[in-house]
């Protein structure tokens, strides 16, 4: 089956990477959150040595790429050593809120510099005010002294931006998000940008676009609870995880979720492309 797995991925009908779910707290209480991430969110964690089997796992089924996301993961105090070990198997990016990086968090991150691995940071806006107004009181500056910090020790950071969809951003706007990227480092192929989808905490709050298995793209996805059709899948809504994109609770051995995911894949109509272009 790995050679099913394999040349799907060659085909390019099922993505590359395989994300995993590190936790799901957070330091962070975003208005969006599809993971309904906050300090006293249960942490759902994925242990240490299973996010490296699930990596070397990933890599012998045909996978190219990992990712990790929470939640921050950058709580985790083993992050950094767990990113190394599943960088030797295959490149992986890492999602974070880039707000805890000083101090010994940051001397440690600073061992990721020359290995393969992408720190995903989230900025929203170049305007501090509409940026904080999502992500919470002084984040922009935070977040910004970060990258610095984070791109002065040679870590590749790309930048990842959520808007509301009912909010119109101005021409102006993105041509300041974009002059500032620029000039912390960060380079036009490594900034993306997607709209608030209405999952977890953003559908409790009305905020988004409704979001489809036809939207959002096949990207084979492990939690603590199991395997998902999408990272925008395994997402919490009012404290219980939303099962309607779960493909199997079985994870070990990977090749169980991804094995179902590949029947789907080739069980969907013709045209049902992913159109939001949610990465
Ligand atoms: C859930 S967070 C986890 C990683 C980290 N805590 C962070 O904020 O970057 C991963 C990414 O998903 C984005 N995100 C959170 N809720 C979302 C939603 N409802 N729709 C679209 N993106 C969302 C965040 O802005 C972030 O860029
Ligand atoms: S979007 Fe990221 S930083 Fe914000 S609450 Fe959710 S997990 Fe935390």
Sequence with gaps: MSTAIAEAVR?????????????????L?????????????????????????LAVQARDLGFT???????????????????????EQLPTVVLSNATLFHGDRLTRVAALAGHPVVIQVSLDYADADDNDAQRGDD?????????????????RVRIGTTLDPDVEVSDDQQARLCAL?????????????????RRGRADVADLGV?????????????????????????TIRDGVPETDLLITRTTDPLATPA???LRLIDGRPPGE???????
């Design 11 to 27: 085909s390019g009908r099922l993505p590359g990477r395989v994300w995993l779910y590190s936790n799901y707290h957070c330091n």
């Design 29 to 53: 209480v975003c208005t969006y959150c599809l993971t309904d991430s906050s300090p006293t969110s249960l942490r759902r964690a994925l242990a240490p040595d299973r996010m490296v089997d």
């Design 65 to 87: 790429d990992l990712g990790v996301t929470g939640g921050e993961p950058f709580l985790r105090p083993d992050m950094v050593d767990v990113l190394l070990a599943m960088a």
């Design 139 to 155: 984040n922009h500056a935070t977040v910004v002294a970060a990258i610095t910090r984070l791109v002065e020790r040679g870590i």
């Design 181 to 197: 990227h620029r000039s912390l480092g960060v380079a036009d192929e490594d900034h993306v940008v997607r709209p608030i989808v």
């Design 210 to 234: 409704k979001a489809t298995v036809a939207d959002l793209p096949p990207e084979l996805t492990v939690t603590a609870d199991g395997a998902w059709w999408s990272p925008f899948g395994p």
């Design 259 to 261: 094995t179902a995911l």
């Design 273 to 279: 492309d992913a159109r939001l272009g949610i990465r």
